[in-house]
């Protein structure tokens, strides 16, 4: 289970900091990423990481940072700079194995979304 957290009203130049917990057993989570949707909008992809890439969608380069604490099964995105057009619901991913069960099985999780707003 995911929860992400962090969302909330910026103006534009300021920052956020969204998190995303994943709690459970046995399972080891293999790449996790932050999505966002706009109203009317297709959900896009911002930025996802692994045990050894990292990537952003071009609209976010320079500006947000996604970063990963294995030990507490956490991940974040810092995002600096916001401008109006980064509103949106951000919503958290995570790809994981259930060791759980033999041999472990690989799933896909989503968080609940967090509400991001930037006003001009």
């Known amino acids: 289970q995911l929860q992400a957290s962090g969302g909330g009203l910026v103006q534009a130049g300021e920052s956020l900091r969204l998190s995303c917990a994943a709690s459970?057993?046995?399972?080891?989570?293999?790449?996790m990423g932050w999505h966002r949707q706009a109203p009317g909008k297709q959900r896009e992809l911002v930025a996802t990481i692994t045990e050894r890439n990292i990537g952003y969608a071009d609209s976010v380069k320079g500006r947000f940072t996604i970063s990963r604490d294995n030990a507490k099964n956490t991940g974040f995105l810092q995002m600096n700079s916001l401008t109006p057009e980064d509103s949106a619901v951000y919503y958290c991913?995570?790809?994981?194995?259930?060791?759980?069960?033999?041999?472990?099985?690989?799933?896909?999780?989503w968080g609940q979304g967090t509400q991001v707003t930037v006003s001009s």
């Open positions: 459970g057993r046995d399972f080891n989570i293999v790449t």
């Open positions: 991913q995570a790809a994981y194995y259930d060791q759980s069960v033999h041999p472990p099985s690989l799933h896909i999780s």
